[in-house]
């Protein structure tokens, strides 16, 4: 099992004895385990190898043993147990951010609902409405919470999907025969959301009426891995399709590995991009149209003006990772993270970076620790200590702040303090069911204080579980603009925010973007690359990315 399915079984877990009215602290630790799984970055099978499983953050000798019998055979006791007690549809209901296991218990119990279709039917049906203690405005905002969840699960973010394909490509690369294993389709294109994972598997055949045997024998090896269930796809031999739970569907293609090229071309997509006269031409490193494009890279192709910029030589040229000086939103044991100032500049200095921004938590984020303004000005000490040490060494630490952006736009820091600070990111933590005109004009209050340098995550959305706030991206961006202000692009993979289209109108006004781990761990510093397909995907290029830039440059913006 991946640690994605594993987490989501604990979850699930505590659900149920949730609905079931177990002990309390049984339940939370599951939700702990989970909470731990799901922010790891190893595989939950590489750890238990090491024998580290204990060392995980809430893993004691119970859910480490669980997780081992989840690795091992898929299931584990508690789970056999407590699977069929409660209807799977319920469970569902139960995950619904803002419905949660009691209020699922009771639907389920009341109106006999056992699925979110079943709910929704009943809410739009005003049954719901006539259990005590609901009423009609509980049943408009239950059926609101349910269309926001359909919204949001109606792909897997890639957060998800992405380790779950590079697993099953490593798993495949083990089969003989088998020469080259590529990931394709939305996931190679950057999408922040997937429906479908496409990996396209590369096979070595000497003529070629050996192709279709050699297939079907990679084929059936291929179903035997990550413990999905497969289905066959047509009459096509190369072809299998995963039926497990359906989210995402997997295909995997076995092709010769002759005309792998063009197979991962085609099934990398968008379809729309592969019917407009693309040929394949092998003396170059990617493909072309009759006119001979130069390569087009996959985050570019859902452009719709994508091969008209290739056949005028505008294609942008994307960054890279290589291309980052440093990263300009962390955070430290000052405020919520697991690491020290001192731990954080040396992972920096280990990434090649030449300068880090300490930013951590204002006071109005009590629950994150935030730094009362005495704190800051000791923080400010403690960096300043450090500088000469990091900066013989290359590395420049910059002091900051992330200051939350309060109710009526005003920053949760005096005005004195943020002054001394070398920059300064606004973020919105609290009051997100404002209306759009109300937070608009909060952001945009913000972004005209002369102490913002960045404004971070700026929808406020969490992959998955919480759509952004209502806002007038044009307005904020135009604001930003205005005022020389930066936007994030966040790359926790829980945020992943802006969204590539909301950046793409970014660039075209002018405005910097600042991509940022938010890194509250060492480990989390290499989070860069869910906020980097955004950033590709956006076509931003050098010039356009804060921390693109050498350390000169980037004092002369922040001024």
């Not at 569902?92 to 218990?105: F, L, W």
């Not at 690369?173 to 496409?198: P, Y």
């Not at 990111?425 to 204080?449: G, N, P």
Request: charged fraction near 30%; charge should be negative.
């Amino acid at each position: 099992m991946t640690n994605y399915e594993i987490a989501r079984r604990f979850e699930a877990i505590a659900d149920i004895l949730e609905i079931q009215g177990e002990n309390p602290f049984k339940v939370r630790a599951y939700r702990v385990a989970a909470e731990t799984i799901d922010d790891l970055e190893d595989d939950l099978a590489t750890i238990h190898e090491r024998g580290k499983l204990r060392e995980l953050p809430g893993f004691g000798e119970a859910i480490a043993s669980k997780t081992a019998d989840f690795l091992a055979t898929g299931t584990t006791a508690i789970w056999e147990r407590i699977k069929d007690a409660v209807p799977a549809g319920v469970v569902k209901m139960a995950s619904i951010p803002g419905v949660g296991p009691r209020t699922a218990k009771a639907l389920w119990e009341a109106l006999e609902v056992a699925s979110v279709e079943a709910l929704e039917a009943a809410c739009r049906e005003q049954r719901v409405r006539a259990i005590a203690g609901f009423g009609a405005a509980k049943e408009t905002k239950l059926l609101e919470k349910i269309e926001a969840w359909k919204r949001l699960n109606e792909k897997m973010s890639r957060r998800w999907a992405l380790p779950l394909a590079e697993k099953l490509a490593a798993e495949l690369r083990k089969i003989e025969g088998v020469e080259r294993v590529d990931i394709a389709g939305e996931l190679r294109r950057g999408c922040e959301s997937i429906a479908e994972i496409e990996i396209v598997v590369g096979i070595t055949v000497l003529i070629s009426e050996e192709l279709k045997d050699a297939q079907l024998r990679v084929r059936t090896e291929a179903q035997k891995v990550g413990g999905l269930e497969w289905k066959l796809e047509g009459k096509y031999p190369g072809l299998i399709s995963s039926v497990k739970s359906g989210e995402p569907e997997i295909w995997v293609d076995i092709t010769d590995i002759n005309a792998f090229e063009e197979t991962l071309f085609g099934c990398t997509g968008p379809v729309k991009f592969t019917e407009q006269g693309l040929v394949w031409h092998d003396s170059t490193p990617g493909f072309l149209d009759v006119s001979r494009l130069t390569f087009i890279e996959p985050e570019l192709r859902d452009w719709p003006d994508v091969l008209e910029l290739a056949r005028t030589g505008k294609l942008p040229k994307l960054i890279v990772e290589a291309d980052f000086k440093g990263q300009l939103h962390e955070h430290t044991t000052w405020s919520d993270g697991t690491a020290s100032v001192r731990e954080m500049a040396e992972a920096a200095l280990e990434r090649g970076y030449a300068y880090l921004a300490i930013t951590d938590h204002s006071p109005l984020l009590a629950i994150a620790n935030g730094l009362s303004r005495e704190r800051v000005l000791a923080q400010l000490e403690e960096i300043e200590a450090l500088r000469p040490e990091f900066a013989a060494q290359g590395l420049a630490i910059l002091s900051g702040l992330e200051v939350d952006i309060l109710k009526d736009g005003t920053l949760d820091m005096d005005d004195d303090v943020l002054e001394k600070l070398d920059i300064v990111v606004a973020s919105v933590h609290m009051r997100y069911k404002e209306d759009e005109a109300a937070m608009t004009a909060r952001i945009c209050t913000a972004l005209a204080s002369p102490h913002v340098d960045i404004l971070g995550h700026p929808t406020g959305r969490i992959m998955g579980q919480r759509e952004g706030y209502p806002l007038d991206i044009d307005a904020v961006i135009a604001t930003a603009a205005k005022y020389g202000k930066a936007l994030e692009i966040n790359s926790s993979p829980e945020r992943m925010d802006l969204c590539d289209e909301h950046v793409k109108l970014a660039k075209a006004a002018g405005v910097k973007i600042a991509i940022n781990c938010d890194a509250h761990s060492v480990k989390s510093l290499g989070n860069l690359d869910w906020g980097l397909c955004i950033a590709r995907r956006a076509g931003l290029e050098i010039g356009d990315v804060l921390n693109c830039w050498d350390l000169k440059a980037l004092r002369e913006w922040l001024g």
